[in-house]
Structure formats: structure tokens, C-alpha cells
């Protein structure tokens, strides 16, 4: 982790607008941020609002490691296996915070009684496993920050 205490302000910056945008992403359309636009039949989960602000801090955190720290070259690298780990990690978190019966491929795939009585005592799982996979791409980038590309 000593990495991110050398991050320039332009990658803080990216981190802090990327992990709202991460929240609003899976909070808004799953109504654990509230709106007009999207309700759930079941109440949020207590659980729920730590994994949404933790999903959006490793989320920003993560994006925030693809935005080159020295000037020149390209703005942005390409995505490589963290990345993809990272995307799967907040997609799982949005079928975690995510009403049961709200989500169609659960309903199709279950019924609303086993949306109730299998998806939803997993959420947390799915959380957990979320948080993890997350962890995981924003270590492996860390760790890689300093490693030089060697030439093929």
C-alpha cells in the first residue's frame, strides 16, 4: 500500500469521482440510494449501505490505478486481469445490495419464493465474495504499480 501514498492529486481525484460513480451505479438502481426513479418491494438490508460504500471505495481505488501517474504516453492503461476481476467483483456486489424479487434472472431462474428463500439468505455471500474479489484486483495492481514492463 505504500504506493497510494505517492499518488499524484490527479489520481486521488480520479479515485474520488470514480467510487461515486461506482456508488451511484449500484446504489441508485438498486434503491439503497434512494430515488424517484427505482423502489424495491423489500426493505435494504442494514448490510447493504457498508458493502455500497465499500464496493465504491476499492471501485475507486481500482480505476483510479489505470490512470498513469507520470505525464506523457497515454492517459489511461489497458485493462488486464485485476480489471476484469475488479468488474466482476462490482458486478457481484450489485446483485448483493440488489432487491431479491427486483431481479429478474433470480425471479426466471427461481420463482419469487426461491428469490426469498435461496437468493436472498446468499446476498451476503455474494457481499463477501464481492468485497474480496474487489480487495484482491486493487492488491494485484498495487503490487504491480512499480514493476517495469519488460519488452517483448
Keep these: 500500500m505504500h504506493d ?6 490527479r489520481r486521488w481525484l480520479v ?18 440510494i434512494p430515488n424517484p426513479v427505482f423502489g ?11 458493502v455500497l ?16 501517474s507520470e505525464p506523457g504516453g497515454d492517459a489511461v492503461d489497458e485493462l488486464d486481469r485485476p480489471g476484469r476481476t475488479g468488474g466482476a467483483g462490482g458486478l457481484l456486489s450489485f446483485f448483493a445490495v440488489g432487491c ?8 426466471v431462474a ?24 474487489l480487495a484482491w484486483a486493487l492488491r494485484a495492481r498495487l503490487r504491480s504499480a512499480t514493476v517495469c514492463a519488460v519488452a517483448a
Excluded at 469521482?17 to 451505479?25: D, E, I, T
Excluded at 424495491?40 to 457498508?50: A, K
Excluded at 431479491?100 to 425471479?107: I, M, Q
Aim: aromatic fraction near 10%; include cysteine; charge should be neutral.
Design 4 to 9: 497510494l501514498a505517492t499518488w499524484p492529486l
Design 53 to 68: 460504500v465499500a464496493t465504491a471505495v476499492l471501485g475507486g481505488l481500482l480505476i483510479a490505478t489505470y490512470v498513469r
Design 40 to 50: 424495491r418491494p423489500i426493505d435494504v438490508t442494514w448490510w447493504s449501505y457498508p
Design 100 to 107: 431479491p424479487t427486483c431481479n429478474k434472472l433470480v425471479v
Design 110 to 133: 427461481l420463482g419469487s419464493t426461491g428469490a426469498l428463500d435461496w437468493f436472498a439468505p446468499a446476498q451476503p455471500l455474494l457481499a463477501a465474495a464481492s468485497l474480496l474479489l
Design 15 to 32: 479515485a474520488f469521482a470514480a467510487g461515486v460513480l461506482v456508488a451511484v451505479a449500484v446504489g441508485v438502481p438498486t434503491d439503497v
